[in-house]
């Protein structure tokens, strides 16, 4: 554990309106905290801030139009001796790129497990790149808390304009929750040893959730938390989540307990709240390789226009928990019944559940599997080679059923 900060280190980098610093294409680079406010507090839209290694304080940006062609760029000058910030708080901030910097959270007595010490809110045009989100664990709470993940990892709210890339989250209560946002890239992040959310989301549009890697939760198995790698919601919310894509994820328990794995609940609409309205619209989910033993491998609630394609499912055995029955060790396909002009194609699963003859329902060209019978069709032996929990290793069997067939998640044909 790393120690705690001095007071110095903590202070708030603050924004005031004076003059711009830099000029555009330029780069300025910083070596300590106090350079940087200085340097924050009207920086030149296209300005590169690069910082030295050490303890930055509080990121505190607050009525920030960068404006121009060009975001400005704060980054650590060095990948090796990175900058590192205890808290972030954007508010109506535009145009801004943050890349190689750690975000380092330190649990304190008296923190939630629901605290946001990253926040973006009301912002536009913000990027986040090559960038470390780091947690810590509760202390001096509950058993059931103490010792698991603390916090949120990056919380955003009403951002038009987001991009998280390239980047890490571990170690936290919930690693990604944006809401009431659109115009949101997730791309190729690394998100693992969360107590209980991957990725959390409700009320947004145009969505792309691709590359990424959620794996190994780190999860209280004595709390009552139900743990989600994908969540999609709308208890309370006024608007659904529309125009989603999530594509080419790997979705792995690993060595840890099983989670559910895309799961993406329409409360309003199943509890009778809602109708037609508020139905989720235009999601795509596909070429995802799923690794769990949770029976919500893919479950999606009432929606309107619902493509699942291409998409791997299997049992990760090491991940099941004993106390649960065996009907809820397999991850299969769920869709509510309701849903609308749904298309479920090419998929290797276990079982698809909620096609019972709709009209505007396309079910096709999906492969069964099974590790219950060596004996029966689908067997994970005749049809996979090596681990499930080990992704470098887990394949279709070369000269199998599905070698070069074109079904479920092209990433695990035979190399």
């Given at each position: 554990?790393r120690?705690?900060?001095?007071?110095?280190?903590?202070l708030?980098?603050?924004?005031?309106?004076?003059?711009?610093v830099g000029?555009?294409?330029?780069?300025?680079?910083?070596g300590?905290a106090?350079?940087?406010?200085?340097?924050?507090?009207t920086p030149?839209?296209?300005?590169?801030?690069e910082l030295?290694?050490?303890?930055?304080?509080?990121?505190?940006?607050?009525n920030?139009?960068?404006g121009?062609?060009?975001?400005?760029?704060?980054?650590?000058a060095?990948?090796?001796?990175?900058?590192r910030?205890?808290?972030?708080?954007?508010?109506?901030?535009?145009?801004?790129?943050?890349?190689?910097?750690?975000f380092?959270?330190?649990?304190?007595?008296?923190?939630?497990?629901r605290?946001?010490?990253?926040?973006?809110?009301?912002?536009?045009?913000i990027?986040?790149?090559?960038?470390?989100?780091?947690?810590?664990?509760?202390?001096?709470?509950?058993?059931?808390?103490?010792?698991f993940?603390?916090?949120?990892?990056?919380?955003?709210?009403?951002?038009?304009g987001l991009?998280?890339e390239?980047s890490?989250?571990?170690d936290f209560?919930?690693?990604?929750?944006i809401?009431?946002?659109?115009?949101?890239?997730?791309r190729n992040?690394?998100?693992?040893?969360?107590?209980?959310?991957?990725?959390?989301?409700?009320?947004?549009?145009n969505?792309?959730?691709?590359?990424?890697?959620?794996?190994?939760?780190?999860?209280?198995?004595?709390?009552?938390?139900?743990?989600?790698?994908?969540?999609?919601?709308t208890?309370?919310?006024?608007?659904?989540?529309?125009?989603v894509?999530?594509?080419?994820?790997?979705?792995?328990?690993g060595?840890?307990?099983?989670?559910?794995?895309?799961?993406v609940?329409?409360?309003?609409?199943d509890?009778?709240?809602?109708g037609?309205?508020?139905?989720?619209?235009n999601?795509?989910?596909?070429?995802?390789?799923?690794?769990?033993?949770h029976?919500?491998?893919?479950?999606?609630?009432e929606?309107?226009?619902?493509v699942?394609?291409?998409?791997?499912?299997v049992?990760?055995?090491?991940?099941?928990?004993?106390?649960?029955?065996?009907?809820?060790?397999t991850p299969?396909?769920?869709?509510?019944?309701?849903?609308?002009?749904?298309?479920?194609?090419?998929?290797?699963?276990?079982k698809?559940?909620?096609?019972?003859?709709?009209?505007?329902?396309?079910?096709?060209?999906?492969?069964?599997?099974?590790?219950n019978?060596?004996?029966?069709?689908?067997?994970?032996?005749?049809?996979?080679?090596?681990?499930p929990a080990?992704?470098?290793?887990?394949r279709?069997?070369?000269?199998?059923?599905?070698?070069?067939a074109?079904?479920?998640?092209a990433?695990l044909?035979?190399?």
């Amino acid at each position: 554990m790393r120690q705690f900060p001095s007071l110095a280190a903590v202070l708030a980098v603050l924004i005031v309106l004076l003059p711009a610093v830099g000029r555009a294409g330029e780069t300025l680079r910083v070596g300590s905290a106090s350079e940087l406010q200085q340097i924050l507090k009207t920086p030149s839209s296209g300005l590169t801030i690069e910082l030295a290694g050490g303890e930055y304080g509080i990121l505190s940006l607050r009525n920030r139009d960068f404006g121009g062609d060009d975001a400005v760029v704060l980054r650590s000058a060095d990948a090796g001796s990175p900058a590192r910030f205890s808290g972030m708080t954007l508010r109506r901030v535009k145009n801004l790129v943050i890349e190689g910097v750690v975000f380092d959270y330190r649990f304190q007595t008296g923190d939630k497990l629901r605290l946001r010490p990253f926040d973006i809110a009301n912002s536009q045009n913000i990027r986040i790149r090559d960038t470390l989100f780091d947690g810590d664990t509760a202390r001096g709470l509950t058993a059931a808390d103490n010792g698991f993940g603390a916090a949120f990892g990056l919380s955003v709210r009403d951002v038009s304009g987001l991009t998280l890339e390239n980047s890490e989250i571990r170690d936290f209560y919930k690693g990604l929750v944006i809401s009431q946002s659109r115009d949101v890239t997730v791309r190729n992040n690394d998100l693992h040893s969360m107590r209980m959310d991957g990725m959390n989301f409700a009320g947004v549009e145009n969505v792309l959730i691709e590359s990424n890697r959620i794996h190994d939760f780190a999860r209280s198995p004595e709390s009552k938390d139900h743990a989600d790698m994908i969540q999609f919601w709308t208890k309370g919310t006024e608007t659904p989540s529309v125009d989603v894509t999530i594509r080419g994820n790997l979705l792995n328990s690993g060595q840890g307990l099983y989670t559910q794995s895309i799961f993406v609940r329409n409360q309003e609409v199943d509890q009778g709240r809602a109708g037609a309205e508020m139905f989720y619209r235009n999601f795509t989910i596909e070429q995802n390789v799923i690794v769990n033993a949770h029976l919500h491998g893919i479950t999606v609630g009432e929606t309107d226009d619902l493509v699942i394609r291409a998409n791997t499912v299997v049992r990760n055995a090491r991940s099941l928990d004993p106390r649960k029955g065996m009907g809820r060790w397999t991850p299969m396909i769920r869709i509510a019944e309701t849903a609308r002009n749904v298309r479920i194609l090419s998929n290797v699963v276990p079982k698809i559940v909620g096609h019972g003859g709709q009209r505007d329902w396309q079910v096709e060209d999906n492969f069964i599997v099974q590790n219950n019978g060596r004996g029966l069709a689908g067997f994970y032996g005749a049809v996979f080679a090596g681990d499930p929990a080990d992704p470098a290793a887990f394949r279709y069997r070369r000269g199998g059923p599905l070698d070069g067939a074109g079904i479920g998640a092209a990433r695990l044909q035979p190399r």
